[in-house]
């Protein structure tokens, strides 16, 4: 072997490591993104409330079509990245996002808050999210895959911390109609910025990826060679196996159990009597802390395992919402600061743990096909709490009830994680197999 091979072998690797990195803050920006503008919603709610005369209820219905909407573009987001690419797929998530929310500042009558504000940003949230985030990633990272999807994922309690109090300041300082048309306009700036990213680059890894080589990947059923969709048929598969319905019923029990309670979280805030910054801020709090517990999920995950992380992450949750509670019942500052801290480290905890999940169990052809139908199954139980939540606030006129019912259903995301279910049976065969 001659001096210059090993130079060269360090270069490729230097520069697959800063590929890899280039991935992830791809990845983290279009969370912040999309994500940032969906949760930034809630500071939208009692403008639209006082403007208009609308119920609660309509104006949570807004969130609730955003996941639903979401919910069912995520398994034909995944399905277009398989087949098409990132670059088609994330210009188009950004081009929604940007028009969804430029329409909503236009908006004279309630069906225009939800065709844009929820039907469109739906649509692009779900093209700009961790559906195909985490196939990207999967490609490059290996051993470390839950760190790696936990810091894209990061990307998402970022632009809640930063999109809430910005959208609530913006409200206060120039009208929700501007507030809505200057986001607008800064969605649609990243269009051209994404489409001329190097995404042929970025999107095949070496033929032997540098980062994290050193464990295998997980194997799943192989569709047939002579299958035209290949997506389409280890989707098929994967509805075989058990263990796809667990994560399912992880992703769609926690996202009912928080959509109950975060659509409302500011408005209760302002009605407790805290200024209406303070209220945005508490929640833009909540979503720093989020990414600090998101990325802290992916490292505890690859470090004491993805049960016990997750189980200490619902216990957490559970704590944040007895918060919560205190603060619907009494205004108890201290009820804020547990539901602040615990809730908020805790929230978007179990995406880093099951799309790590989904990857290793479904590897191969379809993988974000696959998990798109998770996904969507977890748009669609947000959607569902974000409807029930507003309609039980309209029912009792109090957010304890709303709570209660958030506890209830986070019980039942957590069962998969029991000692002897079908998905901790499928992880402990796939940590052998290693």
Request: aromatic content about 8%; glycine content about 12%; charged content about 10%.
């Amino acid at each position: 072997m001659t001096d210059t091979e090993p130079r060269s072998e360090a270069r490729a690797s230097d520069r697959a490591s800063r590929l890899a990195i280039a991935v992830l803050a791809v990845a983290f920006v279009l969370n912040f993104a999309g994500r940032g503008l969906v949760e930034g919603f809630s500071a939208f709610v009692l403008p639209l409330e006082q403007a208009f005369g609308w119920p609660r209820s309509a104006l949570t219905g807004v969130v609730a079509t955003q996941m639903l909407v979401s919910g069912l573009a995520a398994p034909v987001a995944g399905w277009l990245f398989d087949r098409y690419g990132p670059r088609t797929v994330y210009c188009a998530g950004l081009a929604l996002l940007g028009a969804a929310v430029l329409l909503a500042s236009q908006a004279q009558s309630l069906w225009i808050v939800y065709l844009g504000a929820g039907v469109l940003m739906g649509a692009g949230a779900a093209a700009t999210g961790m559906v195909c985030a985490a196939s990207l990633i999967g490609r490059w990272y290996r051993a470390r895959l839950s760190t790696a999807i936990a810091i894209a994922y990061a990307g998402s309690g970022c632009g809640v911390l930063v999109m809430v109090p910005l959208s609530q300041a913006m409200i206060d300082t120039i009208g929700w109609r501007a507030a809505w048309l200057s986001l607008g306009a800064g969605a649609l700036v990243l269009v051209p910025v994404c489409a001329f990213l190097p995404w042929a680059t970025l999107s095949r890894p070496p033929q032997e990826p540098l980062v994290d080589s050193a464990a295998p990947r997980a194997t799943t059923v192989s569709p047939p060679a002579s299958q035209s969709d290949p997506a389409r048929a280890a989707l098929r598969a994967a509805w075989r196996d058990p263990a796809y319905w667990r994560l399912s019923q992880v992703f769609f029990f926690t996202a009912l159990a928080s959509y109950l309670v975060t659509p409302q979280v500011v408005a209760m805030l302002i009605e407790g009597g805290f200024a209406p910054l303070v209220a945005a801020s508490a929640y833009g709090l909540a979503g720093l802390l989020s990414t600090i517990g998101i990325i802290g999920s992916g490292w505890s995950s690859d470090r004491i395992g993805h049960q016990r992380t997750a189980l200490l992450s619902f216990l957490s949750t559970a704590c944040g919402l007895c918060g919560l509670i205190a603060v619907a019942l009494t205004g108890s500052l201290l009820g804020l600061a547990v539901y602040v801290a615990c809730f908020g480290v805790a929230q978007g905890a179990r995406g880093p743990i099951v799309s790590a999940l989904s990857s290793r169990l479904f590897a191969g052809p379809g993988v974000a096909t696959i998990y798109g139908t998770i996904f969507g199954l977890m748009a669609l139980g947000a959607a569902l709490g974000a409807w029930a939540g507003g309609l039980l606030h309209d029912l009792t006129n109090a957010y304890w009830p709303v709570a209660v019912v958030s506890g209830v259903s986070l019980v039942a995301a957590a069962l998969p994680f029991r000692q002897g279910s079908a998905l901790m049976g499928r992880v402990r065969a796939l940590a052998r197999a290693r």
